[in-house]
């Protein structure tokens, strides 16, 4: 398994070379755990779902990098907002109605899908992958945009009673054990983060869907400045 760090300067490089290989999966550090990331395609899905040992009726988020092809997958709603999204929500998922190809999919339950918004420096380079995926596939498996953010979920094995993987031996151990080809170090893990929450922002509710660090301040803050009366 290749170590590299975030801000290498081989970074887009190494990461592309894994997503074209036939296990498109890699190991990324990130500020509240490990995680797995893929193509957000079915290769990428499937091989997230093989890594993972995957449980039934599971589907995967994905990672916020281009804002403006965030924007063309947010409903109607919420596309003036999304500048106050990316602030209040930072370093949480959030899910929302999303116009799709089917309305469950590895990557949509029910009509809906949803973004880790992740720290600024790690977006960029996020962003790096997602454009060069865009510019490698006209359309999305998934989407009725070409959205091509790439898909995460936690490094362990699905089910596992430990949860998510917040020590880097074990990271590293859970890489080499189930095949992944990279392991990218971003040096931003905080270990006593804890789950990220998730919300789900409708067009006239927000409801907290998985409670987790800040949940109930950036509860609070999504009220007052996108759901407030005029």
Not at 27 to 47: D, W
Not at 151 to 163: E, M, R, V
Not at 192 to 198: A, M, Q, R, T
């Amino acid at each position: 398994m290749k170590e590299i760090n975030l801000t290498d300067h081989n970074f887009l490089e190494s990461v592309i070379g894994v997503f074209s290989s036939d296990n498109p999966v890699m190991i990324l550090e990130f500020t509240g755990t490990y995680g797995l990331v893929a193509p957000n395609s079915l290769k990428g899905a499937s091989a997230l779902d093989l890594t993972k040992n995957r449980h039934e009726g599971k589907y995967y988020g994905s990672i916020l990098g281009n804002c403006e092809t965030f924007r063309k997958i947010l409903p109607h709603h919420l596309k003036p907002n999304i500048e106050e999204i990316i602030e209040i929500f930072k370093g949480a998922f959030v899910r929302f109605d999303v116009e799709n190809k089917s309305s469950n999919s590895k990557v949509i339950k029910d009509g809906k899908h949803q973004v880790l918004i992740e720290n600024p420096d790690f977006r960029k380079q996020i962003e790096l992958v997602e454009l060069m995926l865009m510019k490698q596939h006209s359309e999305s498996d998934f989407f009725l945009e070409n959205y091509q953010g790439l898909l995460c979920t936690s490094a362990n094995i699905s089910g596992d009673a430990n949860g998510a993987i917040t020590d880097l031996e074990q990271a590293l151990d859970f890489g080499k054990a189930q095949g992944v080809a990279l392991f990218v170090h971003s040096g931003l893990l905080i270990k006593n983060l804890g789950s990220y929450p998730s919300f789900y922002i409708g067009e006239e509710e927000i409801t907290i869907v998985r409670k987790g660090y800040r949940d109930a301040e950036i509860f609070a803050e999504a009220m007052k400045k996108i759901y407030a009366t005029p």
